[in-house]
């Protein structure tokens, strides 16, 4: 797997990966075509934005001739709301939901995690993940190198109801420190998520 960077071209897949997880959302609402442009304009292709995003790859195809091409995109991440001087940011992760269970989600966090400690010279890496996204919930706890949880009450109001949060924190040092992340398998593929 890797990573590479967003293209307005990216725009319309990106828009069909978020229907697929309004509970897992900031916004209450779905964002049109010029909301999403205006969004890669002002923040993806803005050097001086608080944030990177990414598209992740799926593993590289290889040719009889043995030539790579490829990598078929199947989500996307980003480290944001970066803090340059307190050196931390949030992880954000989305996988297509025809590759859940198949561990491309903990491939995609080594991903990020790499970007944010060993190129952008982060320290604290956050993360948030509401209690109605139970496949995001259930992913979040499994994955080794968070250091630090704690359950938020009320954080979004989702289908008539106010949902907690998993909030989370991974440093550099536990990062560092842990052994390989194994890939982890969702068990709800195939299930009603809520």
């Not at 490829?70 to 989305?94: D, F, M, T, V």
């Not at 010279?121 to 630090?148: A, M, P, R």
Request: charged share 25%; glycine share 10%; with cysteine.
């Amino acid at each position: 797997m890797k990573l590479r960077t967003i293209t307005e071209a990216d725009i319309p897949m990106i828009m069909e990966w978020r229907k697929e997880y309004p509970e897992s959302l900031r916004t209450c609402f779905e964002l049109t075509g010029p909301m999403m442009y205006d969004w890669f304009v002002n923040v993806v292709n803005n050097r001086l934005s608080n944030a990177r995003y990414w598209i992740i790859l799926d593993d590289e195809e290889v040719a009889s001739d043995g030539a790579k091409f490829g990598g078929k995109p199947i989500g996307y991440g980003s480290i944001a709301n970066i803090q340059w001087e307190n050196r931390h940011a949030e992880i954000g992760l989305l996988i297509e939901m025809g590759h859940l269970g198949e561990g491309k989600g903990i491939g995609g966090v080594k991903l990020l995690l790499e970007q944010a400690f060993m190129h952008m010279n982060l320290e604290h890496i956050w993360g948030e993940c509401y209690h109605c996204n139970e496949i995001g919930l259930d992913f979040w706890q499994k994955v080794s190198y968070i250091s630090t949880k704690v359950d938020l009450p009320a954080r979004k109001y989702y289908d008539g109801e106010y949902h907690s949060s998993l909030y989370f924190g991974i440093s550099r040092e536990d990062w560092m420190n842990a052994p390989e992340q194994p890939v982890i398998k969702s068990n709800l593929k195939g299930k009603k998520r809520f």
